[in-house]
């Protein structure tokens, strides 16, 4: 199995961890999945999820001006929904680490 | 900002796709003006585009439209404007030279034709626009699109004279009408565009030739001033856009 396929579904629990640490925007976002070793990651591929999770109004966007001056940049911040999922994200995840961790160690 | 050329090439090759597939404006904007910031970033620190979409640019173009709704209330606003505007430079045309005369089959042909042609673009520029083909290649497909409506056109026409014989005439009461209606058409668009275009364009195409055939000029000598007039309007006022745009 490809890390991609394992982490399809987990990678939105991140993005919204991330997001939740305070209001940042795409390349930043991608530099922090790099820095806690999400380097099987293609970085525009958080484009189409961070997408879906507006639809979906877990988080907002807004356009700030850059202190450098230029074109805007997009800003994302995590909203009521995007926290009540987040906190569903942790549970979840405990449940199903604790679970494949139990199982793989028994097999050492 | 500045982004590299392969860069650049895949954000206009990503606004067309999603525009072809019918996505709303703004949303696209916002989406390539992001993409646009990434890249200009990523670039900074040493990375290509090839790195950033981690995929073919086909797949990942379908995987951001895949996640945008489709512009129906956009699309519900374009589609009515542009065959409005279709006609009535249809019917302008033909009202000036005296022509007003269809048959069922034209009523129906033409918006066949324009719904067609429309299609037949969206499909090709989505094509073009996701798939890495040598120019000659692109350059056929838009000739094809391009001639398709003049060739259904032209076999409109000849169905019509062999088949069709039942016309619907206008009378001069009615050539004046659908001038005028022409007219405040195109002034209705350009006030909902807030663009000059859709009155400049059909001033260029009908004015030239209303004014030549006011003169005692001979045919021969009318036909040729309004073939030189034409295209010599439209190049000036392209290079008059190209040079606002700059």
């Known amino acids: 199995m490809s890390s991609s396929q394992i982490l399809k579904g987990i990678l939105e629990g991140c993005l919204l961890s991330i997001i939740a640490k305070g209001e940042t ?3 930043e976002i991608i530099g922090k999945l790099y820095n806690y ?6 970085e525009g591929s958080i484009y189409p999820l961070l997408l879906r999770m507006r639809k979906e109004g877990l988080v907002t966007t807004s356009q700030k001006n850059l202190p450098s001056g230029g074109p805007k940049r997009k800003y994302y911040s995590l909203t009521a929904k995007g926290r009540k ?3 569903a994200f942790k549970e979840r995840w405990d449940e199903i680490a604790g679970c494949v961790n139990k199982l793989l160690e028994e097999e050492g | 900002m500045s982004i590299s050329k392969e860069s650049r090439e895949f954000i206009e090759d990503l606004r067309l ?3 072809s597939s019918g996505k709303n404006e703004k949303e696209i904007e916002e989406i390539a003006g992001e993409l646009e910031d990434h890249l200009y970033e990523a670039e900074k620190d040493g990375k290509d585009i090839n790195d950033i979409i981690g995929k073919t640019p086909r797949e990942y173009m379908e995987q951001l439209a895949n996640e945008m709704s489709f512009d129906f209330k956009g699309l519900l606003k374009f589609i009515p404007v542009t065959i409005l505007g279709a006609i009535s430079y249809i019917l302008m045309g033909d009202a000036l030279r005296g022509e007003m005369e269809y048959s069922l089959l034209d009523l129906i042909g033409y918006p066949f034709i324009f719904l067609f042609t ?5 499909t090709s520029f989505k094509y073009v626009a996701s798939n890495e083909i040598s120019k000659t290649k692109e350059w056929l497909i838009f000739w094809i699109v391009g001639s398709t409506p003049t060739v259904l056109f032209l076999a409109f026409i000849y169905w019509n004279e062999n088949y069709d014989p039942v016309t619907y005439q206008v009378g001069t009461v009615g050539n004046v009408i659908a001038i005028v209606l022409s007219i405040l058409i195109f002034i209705g668009i350009s006030i909902w565009n807030k663009s000059w275009v859709f009155i400049i364009i059909p001033a260029i195409l009908f004015l030239p030739q209303v004014l030549i055939e006011q003169t005692s000029l001979e045919e021969n000598t009318k036909v040729i001033l309004t073939g030189i ?7 000036v006022y392209s290079l008059i856009v190209i040079r606002r745009e700059k």
């Open chain 1, 25 to 27: 925007y795409g390349y």
């Open chain 2, 229 to 235: 007039f034409i295209p010599v309007c439209i190049m």
């Open chain 1, 37 to 42: 070793g999400f380097t099987m990651v293609s």
């Open chain 1, 85 to 87: 999922e987040l906190e």
């Open chain 2, 17 to 19: 796709y999603l525009i």
């Open chain 2, 118 to 122: 429309l299609f037949l673009s969206a």
